[in-house]
Nanobody, 124 residues
Framework: QVHLVESGGGSVQPGGSLRLSCVVSGFISSSYCLAWFRQPPGKEREGVAVINEDGYTEHVESVKGRFTISEDNAKNTLYLEMNSLKPEDTGVYYC??????????????????WGHGTQVTVSS
């Protein structure tokens, strides 16, 4: 059974930094997509960044240059380094995973496995 468990959320001031972690267990695939999504208050869940088994990454325009997705295969852990945080980055952040032999679209319907989320609040 696949489990994804996020941690690292919290409250920070604008301009601050956080590092989110997602431990993935029970997920075995040589071809996969791992991603971070977020859901701002009162809004739909949206993609933030994605990484595949080759280390190819994509970040949405609003976080480019500020957020970085990465993974540590030895620790079965996905990360999201978030710098220069803005109030509009506030939301619940989810990690997601799916097996695939194709591209990794940053679309929530594409992902099968989800964590329960971790809250990030950016406020002065």
């Amino acid at each position: 059974q696949v489990h994804l468990v996020e941690s690292g959320g919290g409250s920070v001031q604008p301009g601050g930094s956080l590092r989110l972690s997602c431990v993935v267990s029970g997920f075995i695939s040589s071809s996969y997509c791992l991603a971070w999504f977020r859901q701002p208050p009162g809004k739909e869940r949206e993609g933030v960044a994605v990484i595949n088994e080759d280390g190819y990454t994509e970040h949405v325009e609003s976080v480019k240059g500020r957020f970085t997705i990465s993974e540590d295969n030895a620790k079965n852990t996905l990360y999201l380094e978030m710098n220069s945080l803005k109030p509009e980055d506030t939301g619940v952040y989810y990690c997601a995973a799916t097996q695939t032999s194709s591209l990794c679209p940053l679309v929530k319907e594409f992902f099968i496995y989800w964590g329960h989320g971790t809250q990030v609040t950016v406020s002065s």
